[in-house]
Structure formats: C-alpha cells, structure tokens
Nanobody
C-alpha cells in the first residue's frame, strides 16, 4: 500500500544538472533511497537518507556530484544531480518500505515499495 511518484527526469548534456523528485503518500519508512537501472543491467543503489535525522549515504559513483534530501512537510524526496556523465543514463527509481539494517541502505532487497521511475539521459 502507498504511492511513490517520481518526476524531474529528462535529457541533458554531459556536465549538466537535474533535480529528481519523489512524491510519497501512505508510505512509512525509516530510510528512503534512489536507485537506477540502465538497459540490460541490474538495479543499483545511488543514494539513501534516514527520513527523520537526514543522515545520507551515497554510492561511490555519486559522491561529490549527487545530493539526496527530503522535505517532510511536503512528503517529498529529492535527488540533486550535478556534473552528469553519460554513464548516469538510466531509469531512476524512488524506494521506500525499508526492512533492512543501517548497513544495507543501498541494497535493492532492503526496500519493499517502488515508484514507476523517471528517465535520465545524458548525451552530447
């Protein structure tokens, strides 16, 4: 039960920026995260955040370029992406329903609820 709806994707040039949003309703989760999946590849964790404290975690590929945040008054999760690279091209998904431990916040199987995804394409 509950809904996660992503938005903000699009096509940008390398080194460009995008901000993704995830509107959440009816979802209870200690952590929420952003994952991505490129064609023919598995889904991988990009960033995660503790919804109460704001503590954040990032994959090595995202550190220094991406920032995860949340606005609890709007029940919205964000992913600010800067200095985008062609290898960032993927469908990006919002995840909730965390059921793991703190060390598993970037593991796909730790989440039980998913949005429909928003496409990000980085090319020249």
């Amino acid at each position: 039960q509950g809904q996660l709806v992503e938005s903000g994707g699009g096509s940008v040039q390398p080194e460009g920026s995008l901000r993704l949003s995830c509107a959440a309703s009816g979802v209870s989760s200690t952590y929420m995260g952003w994952f991505r999946q490129a064609p023919g590849k598995s889904r991988e964790g990009v960033a995660a955040i503790h919804t109460s404290t704001g503590s954040s975690f990032y994959a090595d590929s995202a550190k220094g370029r991406f920032t995860i945040s949340r606005d609890n008054t709007k029940n919205t999760l964000y992913l600010q992406m800067k200095v985008l690279k062609p290898e960032d091209t993927a469908m990006y998904y919002c995840a909730a329903g965390y059921r793991g431990w703190g060390s598993d916040v970037l593991r796909e199987s730790s989440y039980t609820s998913w949005g429909q995804g928003t496409q990000v394409t980085v090319s020249s």
